[in-house]
T-cell receptor
Framework: AQTVTQSQPEMSVQEAETVTLSCTYDTSENNYYLFWYKQPPSRQMILVIRQEAYKQQNATENRFSVNFQKAAKSFSLKISDSQLGDTAMYFCAFMKHKSSGANSKLTFGKGITLSVRP | DGGITQSPKYLFRKEGQNVTLSCEQNLNHDAMYWYRQDPGQGLRLIYYSQIVNDFQKGDIAEGYSVSREKKESFPLTVTSAQKNPTAFYLC??????????FGQGTRLTVV
């Protein structure tokens, strides 16, 4: 079974600064997907970024980038130039690759609450 | 507009009653999921389905039931066997291996 661990329950960052959110996972699979989702106070879940395990290049989306370390099973999210609108819960998630066959469920970590200070 | 719709937004249940939460998507996604969210617990998977007429138990399926008679619909029934049903419920859909799209959630409260 796959597990996703987010060990930091809360973090705080000053506006315009950079913050890194940690995530580790455990799996015996070689092909899989990793995701970071954002849940603002509205509680609407929004995809931030996605990484495919077979791609060595780290994914980036504007101010958001990941540090994907496959051997270490680590998938951290870096937010640059933090903005007040980044205040939210952030969830790391894992899904087996579709080539692994059936039962590709999406497994989430417990999340981290990020507060951006003005 | 394409998307995933959950209803109702708020739901109140009396002790001993079954209630059904609706989830509909028009994204033509094969996979659909139900999650429960409690403070400090993250999102815990209740049930998921990858194809019509088939579904799998997640990590906390006890006290819940689902059906997948149509590709677009994946309703969740919270039965009287669920001892602590008060929570925020999220439905999601995806293509296999793709990002999940979420509904706006249903807040269920036992009164």
């Amino acid at each position: 079974a796959q597990t996703v661990t987010q060990s930091q329950p809360e973090m705080s960052v000053q506006e315009a600064e950079t913050v890194t959110l940690s995530c580790t996972y455990d799996t015996s699979e070689n092909n899989y997907y990793l995701f970071w989702y954002k849940q603002p106070p509205s509680r609407q879940m929004i995809l931030v970024i996605r990484q495919e395990a077979y791609k060595q290049q780290n994914a980036t989306e504007n101010r958001f980038s990941v540090n994907f370390q496959k051997a270490a099973k680590s998938f951290s999210l870096k937010i640059s130039d933090s903005q007040l609108g980044d205040t939210a819960m952030y969830f790391c998630a894992f899904m087996k690759h579709k080539s692994s066959g059936a039962n590709s469920k999406l497994t989430f970590g417990k999340g981290i609450t990020l507060s951006v200070r003005p | 507009d394409g998307g995933i719709t959950q209803s109702p937004k708020y739901l109140f249940r009396k002790e001993g009653q079954n209630v059904t939460l609706s989830c509909e998507q028009n994204l033509n996604h094969d996979a659909m999921y139900w999650y429960r969210q409690d403070p400090g617990q993250g999102l815990r998977l209740i049930y998921y389905s990858q194809i019509v007429n088939d579904f799998q138990k997640g990590d906390i399926a006890e006290g819940y039931s689902v059906s997948r008679e149509k590709k677009e619909s994946f309703p969740l029934t919270v039965t009287s066997a669920q001892k602590n049903p008060t929570a925020f419920y999220l439905c999601a859909s995806s293509i296999l291996g793709g990002e999940a799209f979420f509904g706006q959630g249903t807040r269920l409260t036992v009164v």
